[in-house]
């Protein structure tokens, strides 16, 4: 059932991982139940043609910085020059709410011309995870705590996320992480893989991920069967866990161990998924929830997750997924079962599909219209 025309601005200038396409998604949930949406994105989003695909009201584009060290220059000509031409646009737009999919820096200053009008945020991190900033989680403090209404993606946040922001827990609403089907408009080249069950870790190569965890894991378990692989796929630093999952060459090790380090593009994402008995890992050290567990539901891939963060609740605390504690040794035995009894995890698989298909974007984004 379609809400109530609402015309409401996204403003999101972030440019590329899953950012993009989650604020792609929602937009498109929110059209799709009669929303007028302007919105107002960097020139340097990765899916920029998407959104120009989009019937939106109006589509803005600002120059972004694209590292620290253009940060400042950025922010001055954004402040001096887009800010005002922004203003010139919107003058006359009457909003009935601001929405940012993400964080941004300079969010606040465009909301800001749309005075009096209510603003709404998904906080996609209600904490800091180990080996990120902390200075820069705290300096964004006062900005979402004064935003009107903050979005979590699971509810086993809400206490902390209204302590901390100083926050109702009334002004504080749970809308789970939707399908990721986007990837699947791409056409690609199956990858070969060498092994019967196939590991995969996907995602940007972070110290809350646990990779320690899984290199200890994937050998122990390897020492015992020949019948594995495991690609680690991702852009980051490798450098600390080199010597732990590489003996040959620098890309691919002697146990059947295949590193892809580097950024991957949209278009590439879901070859990773597509294959022979596909186990994904997240052996997250801490962690809030994965846009990697929507891929992975959605090409039934078996899931293997560490208790920490919203994962359990992302995956039905063990209904979707096998969950293994926060060492290497019940990682290791998660991992020994998924290859001795895969079979047995099929009416798992098939329940995880069908619970994230239930997660459309048409029905989330009528969930953050009832905020608005």
């Not at 609402?6 to 899953?18: F, H, Q, S």
């Not at 009935?96 to 603003?119: L, Q, R, V």
């Not at 920490?308 to 290497?328: D, H, I, P, R, W």
């Not at 995890?345 to 009832?370: C, G, V």
Request: glycine content about 6%.
């Amino acid at each position: 059932m379609k809400t109530e025309s609402k015309t409401i601005l996204v403003n999101y200038l972030g440019r590329n991982g899953a950012g993009p396409i989650f604020a792609y998604e929602m937009t498109k949930g929110l059209l799709e139940n009669g929303c007028r949406v302007y919105a107002v994105l960097s020139d340097a989003i990765s899916n920029l043609k998407d959104w120009e695909c989009l019937p939106l009201e109006k589509l803005v584009t600002v120059h972004t910085y694209s590292n620290k060290f253009n940060f400042i220059t950025a922010t001055v000509r954004f402040h001096i020059v887009d800010l005002k031409r922004l203003k010139k646009i919107f003058q006359n737009v009457k909003l009935d709410a601001c929405y940012m999919p993400m964080g941004h820096f300079w969010d606040k200053s465009i909301n800001k011309i749309f005075k009096n009008t209510k603003t709404i945020y998904t906080l996609h991190d209600p904490l800091p995870h180990s080996g990120s900033s902390k200075l820069l989680y705290h300096l964004s403090r006062k900005k979402i705590s004064s935003y009107d209404e903050i979005v979590i993606l699971s509810s086993c946040f809400k206490e902390t996320v209204s302590k901390y922001f100083d926050h109702s827990t009334e002004h504080i609403h749970v809308i789970p992480h939707g399908i990721f089907n986007y990837y699947d408009r791409f056409s690609f080249k199956p990858i070969e893989r060498s092994g019967e069950y196939n590991f995969l870790f996907l995602g940007r190569i972070e110290k809350y991920k646990g990779l320690h965890l899984l290199a200890q894991a994937y050998h122990r378990l390897f020492s015992e069967r020949k019948d594995i692989s495991l690609y680690i796929v991702g852009k980051g630093d490798f450098t600390e866990y080199q010597a732990e999952f590489l003996t040959g060459t620098p890309e691919c090790g002697g146990e059947n161990v295949t590193v892809v380090n580097r950024f991957v593009d949209d278009s590439e994402v879901a070859a990773y998924f597509e294959g022979k008995n596909i186990i994904t890992v997240l052996p997250y050290i801490d962690a809030t929830q994965s846009g990697v567990v929507p891929i992975a539901m959605q090409h039934e891939s078996l899931l293997i997750v560490t208790d920490t963060g919203g994962l359990a609740e992302q995956t039905g605390y063990g209904k979707y997924a096998v969950l293994a504690q926060t060492n290497a040794d019940s990682l290791y035995e998660c991992m020994k079962l998924a290859v001795e009894q895969y079979a047995s995890f099929r009416p798992q698989i098939t329940e995880a599909k069908k619970y994230i298909e239930s997660l459309s974007w048409n029905h989330l984004s009528q969930m953050l219209l009832d905020i608005v």
